[in-house]
């Protein structure tokens, strides 16, 4: 088993932070891991500096290499929009995608690291890409795509 949560930001296109939990399954080098993730908004224009955003829910695949000190990872699942637009009502579901080109991963001692037990792991996405599309079905679809970065802390039991 493992468990991480991490935390970002995308100052590119649409400004955003993310909150995020994982839990998944490793085979060696390769995981499989269910994501739940915040992505609120950034507005540096009008009133409300921070919006709600997007609720990701998805599943994913990882691969380590490097002796375990590198990662690739994909995801992919429902975004929902989590506040009120002028066109899209809160609640509107599409899909997003994410992926991770390479991340660095440190561990922090206690074992953990390539399936040893009881440990924590500091894991380093410098860029990552984020595609976001909460509304598919209308006429005027709502699309974001971030270029992201992203910190976790990850604890394999």
């Known amino acids: 088993m493992l468990f991480a949560l991490s935390t970002g930001a995308s100052l590119f296109d649409t400004p955003s932070l993310e909150l995020s939990a994982e839990a998944g ?65 809160k609640g509107r579901k599409g899909l997003f995608f994410d992926v991770v080109p390479v991340g660095l991963r440190y561990p922090l001692g206690g074992g953990g690291d390539g399936g040893e037990p009881g440990g924590f792991t500091l894991r380093f996405d410098p860029l990552t890409f984020h595609f976001i599309e909460p509304v598919i079905d209308d006429v005027i679809p709502l699309v974001v795509f971030e270029y992201r970065t992203r910190v976790a802390i990850e604890w394999t039991p």
């Not at 992919?76 to 009502?89: A, H, N, P």
């Open 25 to 89: 399954r490793r085979w060696g080098s390769w995981g499989l891991v269910g994501k739940l993730e915040w992505n609120p908004w950034l507005r540096f224009a009008g009133e409300d500096k921070l919006v709600k955003g997007v609720l990701d829910i998805g599943v994913g695949g990882e691969y380590l290499f490097f002796d375990d000190r590198c990662r690739t990872a994909v995801a992919v699942g429902m975004s929902r929009l989590q506040f009120d637009t002028e066109i899209d009502k």
